[in-house]
């Protein structure tokens, strides 16, 4: 989660659509169902839970729980992929609304009413070619194949903070119908990833229901084109990129003027022996954009009982954005992350200080910092 994006996830299952039968027939319709193989499916999954509290007496202690479940069956030409996801409702005056980076994990599927849900996030097919090039068609989530990172990109096993999930200045849209082209790299030349896919994700929908995703002609819709470069060094891994969505921004300060948003990003990632290092930058267009730029650095070191992790994150915020006179947030975090169960789970607590820059995508949230201690838990099953 981020502040910058929306805030929460909405639940199509609570909009009493056929989910299994649109999407199964759009799958089979387009690609004639390809023969499956006679591996099976495979699953795997987990849950993770989340206590915090914060320095903070407007902000309530809470705890939010989550689940995710990931289906994949091989085929002669390539691989289905199903991912179903649930979380609890957060707290109205929970320590994720007053800080809502501090928590990546909170609320990532609700439904319109602002409740827990559960849906479909992404439901897709994979063709993969002899020579390791692939193309995804179907519901993807964007923001799984650009601005990646090793040891910065997961809330559930390494930072809890939003902010070392994914890059504060990239638009990226919710859960959408698209595709992912994936060429490799070889010798000098960089593995090359290509997205394509609406601009509007479940969550931007009025009805937060598949059928919507289908609507390509509805007024203020467009386009998310997202392209990246990655090679790899030795121990380091550089990537660059550039994004657009075609759909039009309010310009900042005009009652008519409307504008893309556009921007570019890089991430370079180290990792020797028991140490690795992330580091992340990003510029969007500051007529429209929130988020004007954003660096952050994360380290990260495995010792003989777990493995600790410490970074730092700075977002610049637009002229035409700013709630006073502050121009950046700041989040920062610590963490230790504790095996049990012979390593199926983590027991991860941590220490966050963040800055808010006096604003959410609902605008309740004011200038403030705080002190917020974290207990999180994770079990993964496969």
Known sequence: MRYFSKSFKSSPFATGSNTHALLLALYCGAFACPNVSASGVNWEGGGTAVYQHAHDSRAASELTVSADIFATLETARGEWLLYI???????????????????????????????GGIQISEFNYTFSTENDHSLMLGLIDPSAWLDRGRIANDENKQFLNGSFVN???????????????????QGRRPEITLVVSGSDGITDLPDRSYQDLLDFNEDGRGV???????????????RVGAWIRTDDHAVAGSETDQEKNYGVYAVYGWQSGDNALNFRF??????????????????????????????????????????????RAFDSEIYYRIPVFDGAGHVTPSIQ????????????????TAIVIGLRFHYSFD
Request: aromatic residues 12%; negative net charge; glycine residues 14%.
């Open 167 to 185: 890059n504060a200045t990239i638009e990226f849209p919710d859960y959408t119908l698209g595709g992912v082209y994936r060429a490799p790299g």
């Open 353 to 368: 200080y963040v800055e808010v820059p006096g604003f959410d995508a609902n605008e309740t949230v004011p200038s403030s």
């Open 85 to 115: 996801e649930g979380s609890t409702t957060p707290k109205s005056n929970g320590v994720s609304a007053f800080y809502p980076t501090v928590n990546g994990d909170a609320g990532s599927v609700l439904t319109e009413d602002g409740d």
């Open 282 to 327: 990003g510029l969007a267009n500051p007529d429209v954009s929130v988020a004007r730029d954003f660096y952050a650095i994360a380290y990260q070191r495995k010792l003989r009982f777990g493995q600790f992790g410490i970074g730092a994150a700075n977002t610049g915020i637009s002229s035409g954005f700013r709630s006073g006179e502050r121009d």
């Open 224 to 238: 998310f084109v997202g392209a990246g470069a990655n090679w790899l060094i030795g121990p380091s891994s550089w």
